[in-house]
């Protein structure tokens, strides 16, 4: 399988090649030549699988031309070792509980994928020298990323975080761990990391000095791995007979999860409908309104892995849909929730259902309840923890709750961090003297 870049200019590049650059020559992101779609033996048999067998059936669509089986096997099987139940949480709606993994968050899947195939390709290969890893985070990607590349031989993960805009689970997450990795606090927002990231890859001199790629949702290895939620989730509802007319709510910030799940449609999972719930950061809610695309700076919400104003994955939506804006608005509609609205949909629901959302599966939670059709069953993505999120979810159901012992365990640790502007020039003075 060749992967070509959404600007069209690139060359075509093979898997490794995609994996290990994170991002074309340029600038836009891989996508693979095909979506090989999965049979209909697959689906009628998908409830009655495991979590693994799913997503290595899944995986072989996407990696098993350049991949052999059973070193393909035994990547997807060391990633999952959790589970992400669906449960019902009132009516016909749902939670896809995302956060099962070991730092409590969606992102732990495709991280702890990608950091085993860069491992295998490293094996296969001749260049046995060291791969840096960038990171740009807005909360869970930086802790996903440090947990699953930690102790990696031969790769030195860097997290970009911006300062004061991360929870303080969420940033010790990723700031406690030494080893192989290093956190960078950034004197800026969510987007001026990414930046950073984006114009590391472009910068000819830093690439001579080091080996870059990226382990945020703009690599292949990222964001396709995430997939594997959406085939589970279709799997389990279809274990109970709700199958049918079936609405995936994805809360939505750099667009990787759902976009994930945009290809598992191209596949052939019968899911009818997907919403895209936004938090105060609306561009891609704003598109689905006027069909224009207007990247804005970043505003800080609760919800703050939301916190995304140019969301890199909206090339690959497009690309996807080949630019069709009626095809997109379609499959896809959009809602956008205030910081109050975010809160009173968690205090809502705790005192009507026992549930505990965290701010990002609040949103998902209130699109479904908004927008669902009475012959129409969601679920929606609980991406993190509430506990990741445990002095704001606190003091809006006005009560205390257990923090689980794997959060306790990193609140224990020494900060380690370095502080950096916001200007490339600082960044790539930094990385070239390491």
């Given at each position: 399988?060749?992967?070509?870049?959404?600007?069209?200019?690139?060359?075509?590049?093979?898997?490794?090649?995609?994996?290990?650059?994170?991002?074309?020559?340029?600038?836009?992101?891989?996508?693979?030549?095909?979506?090989?779609?999965?049979?209909?033996?697959?689906?009628?048999?998908?409830?009655?699988?495991?979590?693994?067998?799913?997503?290595?059936?899944?995986?072989?669509?996407?990696?098993?031309?350049?991949?052999?089986?059973?070193?393909?096997?035994?990547?997807?099987?060391?990633?999952?070792?959790?589970?992400?139940?669906?449960?019902?949480?009132?009516?016909?709606?749902?939670?896809?509980?995302?956060?099962?993994?070991?730092?409590?968050?969606?992102?732990?899947?495709?991280?702890?994928?990608?950091?085993?195939?860069?491992?295998?390709?490293?094996?296969?290969?001749?260049?046995?020298?060291?791969?840096?890893?960038?990171v740009a985070t807005s909360g869970d990607t930086g802790s996903a990323v440090a947990n699953g590349f930690l102790g990696v031989d031969g790769i030195h993960v860097y997290v970009?975080?911006?300062?004061?805009?991360?929870?303080?689970?969420?940033?010790?997450?990723?700031?406690?761990?030494?080893?192989?990795?290093?956190?960078?606090?950034?004197?800026?927002?969510?987007?001026?990391?990414?930046?950073?990231?984006?114009?590391?890859?472009?910068?000819?001199?830093?690439?001579?000095?080091?080996?870059?790629?990226?382990?945020?949702?703009?690599?292949?290895?990222?964001?396709?791995?995430?997939?594997?939620?959406?085939?589970?989730?279709?799997?389990?509802?279809?274990?109970?007979?709700?199958?049918?007319?079936?609405?995936?709510?994805?809360?939505?910030?750099?667009?990787?999860?759902?976009?994930?799940?945009?290809?598992?449609?191209?596949?052939?999972?019968?899911?009818?409908?997907?919403?895209?719930?936004?938090?105060?950061?609306?561009?891609?809610?704003?598109?689905?309104?006027?069909?224009?695309?207007?990247?804005?700076?970043?505003?800080?919400?609760?919800?703050?892995?939301?916190?995304?104003?140019?969301?890199?994955?909206?090339?690959?939506?497009?690309?996807?849909?080949?630019?069709?804006?009626?095809?997109?608005?379609?499959?896809?509609?959009?809602?956008?929730?205030?910081?109050?609205?975010?809160?009173?949909?968690?205090?809502?629901?705790?005192?009507?259902?026992?549930?505990?959302?965290?701010?990002?599966?609040?949103?998902?939670?209130?699109?479904?309840?908004?927008?669902?059709?009475?012959?129409?069953?969601?679920?929606?993505?609980?991406?993190?923890?509430?506990?990741?999120?445990?002095?704001?979810?606190?003091?809006?159901?006005?009560?205390?709750?257990?923090?689980?012992?794997?959060?306790?365990?990193?609140?224990?640790?020494?900060?380690?961090?370095?502080?950096?502007?916001?200007?490339?020039?600082?960044?790539?003075?930094?990385?070239?003297?390491?």
């Open positions: 399988m060749k992967y070509y870049s959404t600007n069209g200019i690139a060359p075509l590049a093979t898997l490794q090649e995609a994996v290990t650059q994170g991002l074309a020559a340029d600038k836009g992101l891989f996508m693979p030549e095909r979506i090989v779609p999965l049979t209909d033996d697959f689906y009628a048999e998908i409830d009655r699988l495991s979590f693994r067998e799913i997503a290595y059936r899944v995986a072989q669509a996407f990696f098993g031309e350049d991949i052999p089986q059973n070193d393909l096997k035994d990547i997807v099987y060391d990633t999952l070792q959790f589970d992400c139940p669906v449960v019902k949480v009132k009516n016909n709606i749902y939670s896809l509980e995302l956060f099962h993994g070991p730092t409590l968050a969606f992102k732990d899947v495709g991280a702890r994928f990608m950091a085993r195939m860069l491992g295998y390709f490293r094996q296969q290969g001749n260049n046995k020298g060291l791969v840096n890893v960038l970009l975080y911006p300062k004061g805009k991360v929870s303080a689970i969420q940033e010790c997450q990723f700031t406690t761990l030494g080893k192989n990795i290093t956190a960078l606090e950034i004197d800026g927002v969510f987007d001026d990391c990414q930046a950073l990231v984006k114009n590391a890859f472009m910068d000819e001199e830093l690439n001579r000095h080091m080996v870059l790629t990226s382990a945020n949702s703009i690599n292949v290895a990222r964001f396709l791995p995430q997939a594997f939620y959406y085939f589970y989730a279709y799997a389990q509802m279809k274990r109970i007979g709700l199958a049918d007319n079936l609405v995936a709510c994805v809360p939505s910030g750099n667009f990787g999860n759902i976009c994930s799940a945009l290809f598992g449609k191209r596949m052939g999972l019968p899911i009818k409908r997907f919403i895209a719930a936004n938090n105060a950061n609306d561009v891609f809610f704003k598109y689905l309104q006027t069909g224009k695309y207007e990247p804005q700076p970043s505003i800080q919400t609760i919800a703050n892995a939301m916190d995304v104003g140019n969301p890199s994955n909206f090339a690959r939506i497009i690309d996807l849909y080949q630019g069709n804006y009626h095809a997109i608005c379609k499959d896809i509609q959009g809602c956008t929730y205030t910081d109050s609205q975010i809160a009173a949909s968690i205090e809502k629901c705790y005192r009507e259902t026992g549930y505990l959302l965290d701010p990002h599966g609040a949103c998902g939670y209130r699109a479904l309840e908004d927008n669902l059709a009475d012959n129409e069953v969601g679920f929606f993505c609980e991406t993190a923890h509430p506990a990741k999120f445990q002095s704001t979810v606190e003091a809006i159901i006005g009560k205390e709750f257990s923090v689980p012992s794997r959060l306790a365990a990193f609140m224990k640790g020494t900060k380690q961090s370095v502080p950096l502007s916001k200007d490339f020039s600082a960044f790539k003075n930094y990385m070239m003297n390491r």
